[in-house]
T-cell receptor
Framework: DTGVSQDPRHKITKRGQNVTFRCDPISEHNRLYWYRQTLGQGPEFLTYFQNEAQLEKSRLLSDRFSAERPKGSFSTLEIQRTEQGDSAMYLC??????????????FGPGTRLLVL | GDSVTQMEGPVTLSEEAFLTINCTYTATGYPSLFWYVQYPGEGLQLLLKATKADDKGSNKGFEATYRKETTSFHLEKGSVQVSDSAVYFCALSDNTGNQFYFGTGTSLTVIP
């Protein structure tokens, strides 16, 4: 078990460009979560998947953001037409089971995005 | 809505000093409360939790007691070590279990 991994760890892009991040959960974990953490703030929940189904989305997730988990394993988070306000750390977490609880989530190291 | 407020950092302590990081919450119903730790370059890790009033969570020498009367969940450790240097987040899971809220984090540096 290698834990939750995220790629890339760092991304610098210009405003208006599209970016895509990948998250590989712990194998056999059926739930996968995305969070955003801006500087000096705690993580904010964005969305989560149970297997390949996206079950909940936060109001924070604008229509420029889209997440997929096509085969119920890895997930991608795409941001279209990036804005400087999108600069943040994007965290992924995964868990196993039916209950949607915080304490069962294992977090990855995050992808830090900087939009110039 | 539900929220978590924790003391701002950074906090710098000498090794073996006593640590307190304050956390208060606002919630309807009966939330579960957590402390997470983030070591440099690593992901968030659950440190301890408490799911009902008067519960005490403990792990690695850290403790926190769920105080409903003061809506608090302060983190304490009697004698910190250099290896405790990290960012600590207080967090809340609402009574449905479906919504999670994190505090802004408190950076702790322990010097030898």
């Amino acid at each position: 078990d290698t834990g939750v991994s995220q790629d890339p760890r760092h991304k610098i892009t210009k405003r208006g460009q599209n970016v895509t991040f990948r998250c590989d959960p712990i194998s056999e974990h059926n739930r996968l979560y995305w969070y955003r953490q801006t500087l000096g703030q705690g993580p904010e929940f964005l969305t989560y998947f149970q297997n390949e189904a996206q079950l909940e989305k936060s109001r924070l997730l604008s229509d420029r953001f889209s997440a997929e988990r096509p085969k119920g394993s890895f997930s991608t988070l795409e941001i279209q037409r990036t804005e400087q306000g999108d600069s943040a750390m994007y965290l992924c977490a995964s868990s196993l089971g039916q209950a949607l609880t915080l304490e069962t989530q294992y977090f990855g190291p995050g992808t830090r995005l900087l939009v110039l | 809505g539900d929220s978590v407020t924790q003391m701002e950092g950074p906090v710098t302590l000498s090794e073996e000093a006593f640590l307190t990081i304050n956390c208060t919450y606002t919630a309807t119903g009966y939330p579960s409360l957590f402390w997470y730790v983030q070591y440099p370059g690593e992901g968030l890790q659950l440190l301890l939790k408490a799911t009902k009033a008067d519960d005490k969570g403990s792990n690695k020498g850290f403790e926190a007691t769920y105080r409903k009367e003061t809506t608090s969940f302060h983190l304490e450790k009697g004698s910190v070590q250099v290896s405790d240097s990290a960012v600590y987040f207080c967090a809340l899971s609402d009574n449905t279990g479906n919504q999670f809220y994190f505090g802004t984090g408190t950076s702790l540096t322990v010097i030898p």
